[in-house]
Structure formats: structure tokens, C-alpha cells
T-cell receptor
Framework: EPEVTQTPSHQVTQMGQEVILRCVPI?????FYWYRQILGQKVEFLVS????????KSEIFDDQFSVERPDGSNFTLKIRSTKLEDSAMYFC???????????????FGEGSRLTVL | GQNIDQPTEMTATEGAIVQINCTYQ??????LFWYQQHAGEAPTFLSY????GLEEKGRFSSFLSRSKGYSYLLLKELQMKDSASYLC????????????FGTGTRLLVSP
């Protein structure tokens, strides 16, 4: 069964360092997302991406964050200068909404745990 | 603002039925989703409601009342593996661009 894959599964970094989290969405999906979940808290939307551009972003997604689809398969989230409060599980998701208009369910990857020291 | 409320924790015994409630107040509404999340894992899709009424899917059913801003997830014939968090999420625009999640209900199923 097709799945969303994410790397790395866990990254530890120093405050102020740049981090890139990578995702390979399901191949025929058109919509891509990043969500994050701080330990013990709710899943929060960061950004959605469609047709090679950001379609919506949340207040969390400030200038320190960027997303890119550098080739036909990868979807990356970059945090330019990490802060302690960026420590969280980052989930990539993709959706085939547009092909199956009924649900638009999200398919989540297993997540990348980011620890900022 | 966006507000989605669920109970924090529930307990039930194997073989029983449990109902997890969710109330929402959002700026837009284009459907309500339920996801299951085991500890340390990704959320997985359970159900979707956009019209009022009950959607049944095996042991799981989900109900929606748009006028009351209310949904519930019903789990029947509980199994130990159903111990997980259950996340209520609302799609707030027509493009399924963004889901707003509740804090989740942690369900513990005991023998």
C-alpha cells in the first residue's frame, strides 16, 4: 500500500542551526502538508502546498520556515534558525483531493521528531 | 477563532461500546474527520462526515449534527488495540487545505 515516508525519524540540533526535514508524498497525490505536534499537545497545521506553491500557511509558519518541492518526488520543510520551541514531531501529509472529492483525507507520514537543545 | 473540544481521557473494557464526543465552533465548515493516533505514531484516518447523520464503517461509526456543532465517534466491540488517542478535526474551507484538530481523547481499553 502506498505510504508517505519521512526522513530523518529523529533529529537533534543546536539552537540557531538550520534543519531540513524530508518527505516523499504518495506519488499520485497533488496536495502536500506539514503539521506539527508538540509533545502532549494537539496536531497543528503549518502549511499546505499545491501546484508548486504554498496555498495556505498558519501563523506558526513565519519567515524561519520554508517549503520546497525540489524534484518530482520530495517535499521538504526547512527551519532556518531553530528555536527551543520548535522541538516537536513534524508530520508530512499528502492528499488526493481533486481526484476523490468525497473525503480529501490526509495520509500522514510517520513523523520526524525534532529536538532543539 | 477555532475551537474544538473533546474529553481528555476515557476508559472502557474490552468488548464494550464507547462514544467519544466532539463539539466545534469554527469560522468555516467543510467536513469533520476522525483520526486514530497510537502513541508515538502518525494519525490514521477513520471517518469523514459532511452531511448530518451517521456513517458506519465496521466497528466504527461517526455521527454529525451541523446545527449543533457536534459529532461523536462510536466504537463497538472494543479491543485492546483500540487503546489510542482519537482526534476530531474540522476542515474549515472548501479546498481541504487545512484541518483544525482538537486535543484528542485518549482511550484506554482494559481487559
Amino acid at each position: 500500500e502506498p505510504e508517505v515516508t519521512q526522513t530523518p525519524s529523529h533529529q537533534v540540533t543546536q539552537m540557531g542551526q538550520e534543519v531540513i526535514l524530508r518527505c516523499v508524498p504518495i506519488s499520485n497525490h497533488l496536495y502536500f502538508y506539514w503539521y506539527r505536534q508538540i509533545l502532549g499537545q494537539k496536531v497543528e497545521f503549518l502549511v499546505s502546498f499545491y501546484n508548486n506553491e504554498i496555498s495556505e500557511k498558519s501563523e506558526i509558519f513565519d519567515d524561519q520556515f520554508s517549503v520546497e518541492r525540489p524534484d518530482g518526488s520530495n517535499f521538504t520543510l526547512k527551519i532556518r534558525s531553530t528555536k527551543l520551541e520548535d522541538s516537536a514531531m513534524y508530520f508530512c501529509a499528502s492528499s488526493d483531493f481533486g481526484k476523490r472529492e468525497v473525503t480529501g483525507e490526509l495520509f500522514f507520514g510517520e513523523g520526524s521528531r525534532l529536538t532543539v537543545l | 477563532g477555532q475551537n474544538i473540544d473533546q474529553p481528555t481521557e476515557m476508559t472502557a473494557t474490552e468488548g464494550a461500546i464507547v462514544q467519544i464526543n466532539c463539539t466545534y465552533q469554527t469560522s468555516g465548515f467543510n467536513g469533520l474527520f476522525w483520526y486514530q493516533q497510537h502513541a508515538g505514531e502518525a494519525p490514521t484516518f477513520l471517518s469523514y462526515n459532511v452531511l448530518d447523520g451517521l456513517e458506519e464503517k465496521g466497528r466504527f461509526s461517526s455521527f454529525l449534527s451541523r446545527s449543533k456543532g457536534y459529532s461523536y465517534l462510536l466504537l463497538k466491540e472494543l479491543q485492546m488495540k483500540d487503546s489510542a488517542s482519537y482526534l476530531c478535526a474540522v476542515s474549515t474551507d472548501t479546498g481541504f487545505q487545512k484541518l483544525v484538530f482538537g486535543t484528542g481523547t485518549r482511550l484506554l481499553v482494559s481487559p
